[in-house]
């Protein structure tokens, strides 16, 4: 059976159930919560947060701190040159 991830909005609770396609839970699986219950596509939408696109970005991200951090560590060498005359 497929898995479904649900969220009331009584209580605020997040759940995954599973159930057959064509049934809709509508109930929370708290018994003392009388709120209804929506489906949560969480699951697609942390798939296309780790796009390729996505991870290159990172990478070139952290390229370009290492180039700044090299950067700043000649700046204070000379800093630390000038300094010591
Ligand atoms: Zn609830």
């Known amino acids: ?12 609770r997040v759940f995954d159930i599973t159930h057959p396609y064509k049934e809709i839970r509508k109930l929370c699986i708290d018994e003392d ?3 209804s219950v929506e489906k949560v ?6 798939y296309q ?7 290159q970005a990172a990478g070139s991200v952290i390229k370009e701190t290492i180039a700044e ?11 630390r040159k ?3 005359k």
Not at 3 to 12: A, D, F, I, L, P
Not at 49 to 55: D, E, F, K, L, N
């Open 1 to 12: 059976m497929p898995r479904y991830t649900y969220k009331c909005s009584g209580c605020g």
């Open 33 to 35: 919560c009388d709120g």
């Open 41 to 46: 596509l969480s699951k697609p939408i942390s």
């Open 49 to 55: 947060s780790r796009s390729p696109a996505q991870t």
């Open 69 to 79: 951090t090299k950067e700043e560590l000649k700046n204070f060498k000379r800093s």
């Open 82 to 84: 000038i300094y010591k």
